[in-house]
């Protein structure tokens, strides 16, 4: 103890930086017997780098192929999906790692994607994504039903809109089934010119104007020829139009 207490001593400059140099020398050689034995052998062979690193990534099973493997036995899907708007999307980015699938089609099975999760990686609205890319809002755009059913994933473009009125007035269309006007057709009431059903807003439809229109039919003297009850169209609701007490589209609820 005596001999130790010599030597510290014995050393120049204050206690603390003596300690402070004891601990450093301490944390360096700790440092040069890690580094012998956890940096691996080829670090260094070629720069700043592993050399082995080459060898074991190499060693790692394939789980993709590449697009180019797939279109050898799917070239049906393939020239369908190059015309289309998807051509840039790779087959194994919807469908997953094919490798296995490869050495084994029938028993290694890469599955189709169902549902709407898939789609709206890439669709869901989002601001971040570049102006023009097309996006939909999933609560919105026709929800709850699989993309696939409207939309081929091998070449998307939408499905051409829907032409009967319901297709777009579906609330109004559905009251109506269930009204005593079920059996009226929606034209009968309302002109329609074709262009509104490409271009709704570019064309509206005609509507009913006046008292005169429903009175065609429910007048005492109307000529409709059937059994529907009638009115005195002079007295009947004063001189109020008829949809401000009935709904056209579901007459029956006053
Ligand atoms: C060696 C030929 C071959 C290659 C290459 C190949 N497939 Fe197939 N694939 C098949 C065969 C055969 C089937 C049908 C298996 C069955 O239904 O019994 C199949 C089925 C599928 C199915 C499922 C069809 C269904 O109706 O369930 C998908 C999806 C598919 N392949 C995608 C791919 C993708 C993606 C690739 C590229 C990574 C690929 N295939 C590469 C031969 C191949
Ligand atoms: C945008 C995602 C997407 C891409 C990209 C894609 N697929 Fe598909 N694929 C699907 C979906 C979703 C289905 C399921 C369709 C369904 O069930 O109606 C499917 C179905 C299939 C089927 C089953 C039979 C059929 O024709 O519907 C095969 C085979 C197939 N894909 C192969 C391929 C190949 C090969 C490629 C690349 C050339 C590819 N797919 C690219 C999403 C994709
Ligand atoms: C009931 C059928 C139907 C279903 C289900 C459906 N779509 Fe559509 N989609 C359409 C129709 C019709 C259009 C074109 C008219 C429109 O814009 O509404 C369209 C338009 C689109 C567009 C816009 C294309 C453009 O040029 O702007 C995208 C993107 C789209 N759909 C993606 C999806 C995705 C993703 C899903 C599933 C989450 C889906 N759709 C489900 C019928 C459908
Ligand atoms: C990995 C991202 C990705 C996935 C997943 C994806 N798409 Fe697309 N989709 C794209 C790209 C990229 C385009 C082309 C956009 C462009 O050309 O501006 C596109 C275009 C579209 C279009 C527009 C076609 C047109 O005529 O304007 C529709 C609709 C569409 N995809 C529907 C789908 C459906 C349905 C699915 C699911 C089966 C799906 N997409 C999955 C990336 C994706
Ligand atoms: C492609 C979708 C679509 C189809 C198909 C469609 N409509 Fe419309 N319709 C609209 C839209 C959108 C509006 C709203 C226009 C506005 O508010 O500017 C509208 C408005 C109307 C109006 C109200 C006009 C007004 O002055 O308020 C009537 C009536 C109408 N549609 C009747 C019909 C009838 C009848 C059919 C079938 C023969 C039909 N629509 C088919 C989309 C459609
Ligand atoms: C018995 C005649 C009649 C029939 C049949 C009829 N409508 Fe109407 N509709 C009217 C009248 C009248 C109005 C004007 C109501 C108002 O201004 O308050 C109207 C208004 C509308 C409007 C404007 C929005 C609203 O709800 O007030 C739309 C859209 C519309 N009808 C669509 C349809 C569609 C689609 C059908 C077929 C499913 C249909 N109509 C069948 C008489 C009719
Ligand atoms: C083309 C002839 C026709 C036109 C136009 C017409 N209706 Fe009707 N309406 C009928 C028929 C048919 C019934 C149902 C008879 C039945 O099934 O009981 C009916 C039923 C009704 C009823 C139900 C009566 C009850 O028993 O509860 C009312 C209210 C009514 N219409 C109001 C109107 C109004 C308002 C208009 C104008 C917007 C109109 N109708 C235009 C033919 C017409
Ligand atoms: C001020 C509100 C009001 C107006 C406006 C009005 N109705 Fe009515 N309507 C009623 C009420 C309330 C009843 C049910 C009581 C009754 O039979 O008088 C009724 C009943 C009816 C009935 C059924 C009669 C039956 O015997 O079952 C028809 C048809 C009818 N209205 C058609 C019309 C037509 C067509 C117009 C426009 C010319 C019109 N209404 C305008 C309030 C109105």
Request: glycine content about 6%; some cysteine.
């Amino acid at each position: 103890m005596k001999t130790i207490a010599h030597l510290w001593n014995a050393l120049p400059g204050p206690d603390q930086v003596k300690r402070l140099v004891i601990i450093f020398a301490l944390l360096l050689s700790c440092w040069f017997a890690l580094r012998q034995r956890l940096v691996p052998k080829t670090f260094g062979d070629a720069g700043h780098y592993r050399l082995t690193a080459i060898d074991s990534i190499e060693a790692q099973p394939v789980s993709y192929l590449g697009q180019s493997v797939c279109v050898e036995c799917h070239d049906d899907v393939s020239d369908l999906k190059s015309a289309s708007y998807h051509r840039d999307l790779s087959c194994e980015i919807c469908h997953g790692p094919g490798a296995m699938h490869l050495e084994d089609p029938e028993t290694y099975q890469l599955r189709p994607p169902k549902g709407r999760g898939l789609c709206t990686i890439c669709h869901a609205y989002n601001p971040s994504r570049p102006t023009g890319f097309p996006q939909i809002d999933p609560m919105q755009h026709n929800p709850l039903e699989p993309c696939n059913n409207c939309h081929d994933p091998h070449d998307p473009t939408p499905p051409s809109t829907p032409e009967e009125c319901g297709a777009c007035h579906g609330e109004i269309a559905r009251t109506k089934a269930i009204s005593h006007h079920a059996g009226l057709n929606c034209v009968y009431c309302h002109e329609t010119p074709d262009e509104h059903k490409h271009n709704p807003r570019a064309a509206i439809p005609h509507k009913p104007a006046n008292r005169q229109f429903c009175g065609a039919c429910h007048g005492e003297n109307a000529n409709s020829g059937r059994e529907i009850p009638r009115i005195d169209l002079e007295s009947h609701g004063g001189s109020n139009l008829c949809w401000e007490c009935h709904y056209p589209h579901y007459p029956e609820a006053y």
